[in-house]
DNA sequence: TGATTAGGCAACTTTTTGGTTGCATATTAG
DNA sequence: CTAATATGCAACCAAAAAGTTGCCTAATCA
């Protein structure tokens, strides 16, 4: 009951180094068009667009219309969410690990 | 220089909804064999097995060998680090989001 | 208007990934 | 020792993902 689907759009997004590079530029420059993220990548313009539709499902990206050009903004809510509803629960978890590995090496009955 | 290698494999990890319920079951219970974490999920033993030499590839599952059996237990350490690192980032840019967005809409040179 | 610029769509190829089956190995119980 | 248990290894399969090429459409500039 945790990650019923919506956050497993955002994970499989953040999984490809491609798309977390375009967001660490959307993060260095919001508002870019594809043309201006396509500068540079070893892509081509249609494989950073699809990458870009992706971040785009996943709530990552928005983009706005401008005449001819599309600019593409950074929304960092979903990677928020993620951290504070799944990772903290890790966190909180942490603390324990130690004693929790302790406790199960001695008390293994074989 | 961020995200030069190490990270990518925890991203990768994290990716997969199977492996990320793996990693709730080790939180719910440290320290369980293969057979034990196979249990109810709809899927063969070795497919629960690759799952687990992913995570633990990238460090987030750490093994015990105790005679026939294999102990798995979490290591949340990989995921803090993200968050710390990774997330982090985005986090700080958050509140900068709106006023980029508005000074990038109006101060485009058309 | 014609040429250029920015981007979209769709088919296709290649790689990666998730999963399976079958067999092998090692430890423990009787 | 023999049988059962717990896991490992390797080949194979299918589906999804990443990336490409080719063509099309819509704005803008000269």
Redesign the interface.
């Known amino acids: 009951m945790?990650?019923e689907g919506a956050d497993?759009d955002v994970?499989?997004a953040?999984?490809d180094?491609a798309r977390?590079?375009l967001?660490?530029r959307l993060?260095a420059q919001?508002?870019q068009t594809l043309g201006a993220l396509c500068a540079g990548l070893a892509m081509t313009r249609q494989a950073v667009s699809k990458h870009l539709a992706i971040l785009e499902a996943a709530n990552l990206v928005a983009t706005?219309r401008?005449?001819r050009?599309k600019?593409h903004?950074?929304?960092?809510?979903p990677?928020?969410s993620?951290?504070d509803r799944w990772?903290g629960?890790?966190?909180r978890?942490?603390v324990r690990?130690l004693a929790?590995?302790k406790r199960?090496?001695e008390g293994?009955g074989?």
């Open positions: 945790q990650d497993d994970f499989r953040l999984a180094p977390r590079q967001l660490d993060h919001d508002g706005l401008d005449g050009r600019l903004f950074l929304n960092p809510m990677i928020q993620i951290a990772i629960k890790y966190r978890g942490a690990a929790d590995l199960n090496l293994e074989r």
